[in-house]
């Protein structure tokens, strides 16, 4: 058969099989001259090229479920998981962690809280049940009963029972609820309707340690989101016998609508009494849907190279997701690349989801989570994340002649432009502040904008124990502007008191040296020549002693903590470690002007009058840094 005989088969779209169909057709003897588009014909090569169409996407989508890395459907993800051991992520429920006291106890010793009490609270006028899941009892103490860090979850406690058929081979046991926190579940199986002993069963975690005898079981996810749980077989776990009774009772919950929650109370008696008082010691927090498709994708391969033993970087990384679902970052670093190094540490800082610091009741869990991961003598300590503010000043200039947009439309779009960079680009572990990259995105934010001059300063903020000598150190990790020996500040802060002065006081830097001053006026009166130290090349502040007792409001708005700015000597801002970069909009300046070298003066839409800022007018930053006091 000759080339143009042949029927080609390379096309995949309807048009292409369509046309591949007429040439072989017009290349057989039978169809010379035949016309095609005005007779019967015409529809049955429509009937056949979508038939071959069809089939030619089914095919093609077949083939990509076949792998993980293009899958699309859950099902297959979470069957190429499982063939990596990868436990998908379910439902989480928040958990908050309160404290319970009961007063003027008489009469008994000891009280308990059942497993399934429940506690009340409302977000957003929509209220909330947190139950617990264990039963805690407590002993009466100077005629208090108190239950403290009591955990509870938000949900409803569900049981669902089955009774093992034998001659049933089909038989599965399932958690029906897509929104079961399978964390919670538990499982125990009774011997028969008319044997009520009973054995807890645990989830395996090495089948290597398993016998025939261990009271284990396994659990994956199926169909429509549920998870099956699975026993053994009589080699690895116990095997069921026929009429055991199994009861799988877990918490189903509302995911992350209740992750904030606080003020809880009690729901009904304790102890005979409704007289007790609930303390939240940390809100609600870690609800969390369940894992995603892309979760999936990223962490399973990740998962299975760790290998159940926490020994990179990105092990580490795997691990803490896993056991802490509202991690939106993290960052992992061995002790030896610290500052200053301690050995034998394995340094987490996690970025919530929601944004808030961990507490230390979380940090413990977490730390427990990876005990069995970590290797022999390696300990890990987390890390609260620390935020470096960009502040920027910017001054752009535009060509009025081709746009209508008015100056401040202009400043908004700026503005959109700084909130996008810092979203998409910034806010995340390692995410560097590029310059250059940056001046590009805002004049390409209208065609009209010429130019724009662009400085940079960088800010921390400390929280000082009140009325106590404390040492205090910011870290830049960015090497902090100083050209020359003698050349004029470049770090300053908002205002507070020391013991023993009235004065509101601020920093600058001297030489080296941190001085603390107070304003006469305009008039800058030195306190303490040399309150701290600043290593320019190392950008880091150094306070060695100071008893501060009181702080100055930070913008306007009371506060807890002291803002301390400085110039970075190059305009690029890396973070270290545990740093996350954020450019701060509100003490941003944005200003446009009109450029005289390209717009005609006859033709201008808005004049140089008409500059604007986001900013507090009465703030103004400049490169070398020199502000007055109340700009920070």
């Known amino acids: 058969m000759s080339n143009k005989e042949r029927l080609r088969i390379t096309e995949l779209d309807f048009d292409g099989i369509k046309s591949n169909l007429k040439t072989f057709l017009k290349n057989q003897t039978e169809f010379t001259d035949y016309d095609f588009e005005g007779s019967g014909m015409n529809i049955l090569l429509d009937v056949l090229a979508y038939n071959t169409h069809y089939q030619a996407m089914n095919a093609n989508l077949m083939g990509n479920e076949m792998f993980l890395d293009t899958a699309q459907l859950r099902s297959s993800v979470v069957s190429h998981a499982k063939l990596l051991g990868y436990k998908v992520r379910s439902s989480r429920a928040p958990k908050a962690i309160i404290n319970v006291e009961i007063n003027s106890v008489t009469g008994i010793s000891t009280a308990t809280i059942p497993k399934g009490f429940s506690f009340q609270s409302s977000l957003n006028n929509v209220p909330y049940f947190f139950i617990t899941n264990e039963a805690v009892t407590k002993s009466r103490e100077n005629n208090v009963l108190r239950f403290e860090n009591l955990e509870v979850f938000e949900g409803t406690l569900i049981t669902t029972r089955y009774t093992v ?10 958690v029906p609820d897509i929104k079961a926190d399978m964390s919670t579940l538990k499982v125990t199986v009774q011997n028969s309707s008319t044997d009520s ?46 009429g055991n009774i199994i009861s799988l ?36 927090s870690g609800g969390a849907t369940r894992e995603t498709i892309d979760s999936i994708k990223f962490n399973a391969p990740l998962d299975y190279s760790a290998q159940n033993r926490a020994v990179t970087v990105n092990d580490y990384k795997v691990f803490v997701r896993q056991v802490f679902p509202d991690t939106a970052a993290v960052s992992v670093w061995g002790g030896e690349d610290n500052d200053p190094p301690k050995y034998g540490i394995v340094y987490i800082s996690i970025k919530t989801v929601d944004g808030n610091t961990l507490t230390n009741s979380q940090k413990a869990t977490i ?28 001054n752009f200039k535009f060509n009025s002649t081709i746009t209508t947009k008015s100056v401040n439309d202009l400043v908004a779009l700026v503005t959109t432009t700084l909130a996008t960079y810092s979203a998409n680009t910034l806010e995340q572990f390692n995410s560097q502040f590029r310059f250059s990259d940056l001046i590009g995105q805002i004049d390409d934010t209208d065609n009209s904008i010429t130019s724009n001059v662009t400085t940079v300063q960088m800010s921390k903020k400390i929280t000082p124990t009140l009325n106590t000598n404390s040492s205090y150190e910011i870290n830049f990790g960015n090497s902090i502007y100083n050209p020359h020996s003698g050349h004029e500040a470049v770090v300053s802060s908002t205002g507070f008191k020391v013991s023993g002065d009235d004065n ?8 080296g040296a941190i001085r603390s001053y107070y304003f006469v006026g305009t008039t800058k009166t030195i306190v303490d020549a040399n309150f701290g130290t600043v290593d320019y090349i190392a950008g880091k502040i150094s306070i060695p002693s100071a008893n501060i007792t009181s702080i100055s409001d930070v913008d306007g708005v009371t506060s807890s903590q002291i803002r301390i700015v400085a110039v970075p000597s190059s305009p690029d801002v890396i ?55 109340s700009g920070y």
Do not use: C, M, W
Not at 200 to 216: F, G
Not at 264 to 284: D, E, K, M
């Open 504 to 511: 509101e006081l601020f920093i600058d830097d001297n030489n």
């Open 249 to 284: 009772e877990y918490i189903v919950t509302n995911e992350t609508l209740a992750n904030g929650a606080t003020n809880l109370t009690g729901s009904s008696q304790i102890a005979g009494s409704t007289a007790y008082t609930v303390t939240t010691t940390s809100a609600a």
């Open 197 to 242: 002993t009973t054995a807890t069963y645990t989830e395996s975690a090495d089948i290597v340690q398993a016998t025939s005898t261990s009271n284990i079981y396994f659990v994956q996810e199926v169909e429509d989101g549920q998870h099956e749980i699975l026993f053994g077989d009589g080699v690895i776990g116990k095997k069921l016998t026929d």
């Open 165 to 174: 058929d034998a001659d049933n081979v089909d038989q599965r046991f399932i």
């Open 367 to 394: 730390q427990n989570s990876l005990k069995p991961f970590n290797v022999a003598s390696i300990r890990t300590e987390i890390v609260d994340p620390e935020t470096i503010q960009i502040r920027l000043t910017t």
């Open 575 to 629: 973070p270290l470690r545990n740093n996350i970069l954020e450019i701060d909009l509100p003490n941003s300046t944005i200003e446009g002007k009109v450029d005289t070298a390209t717009s005609s003066s006859g033709s201008s839409v808005a004049t140089t009058s008409d500059a604007v800022t986001t900013a507090d007018t009465s703030t103004s930053f400049i490169s070398t840094g020199t502000s007055s006091s």
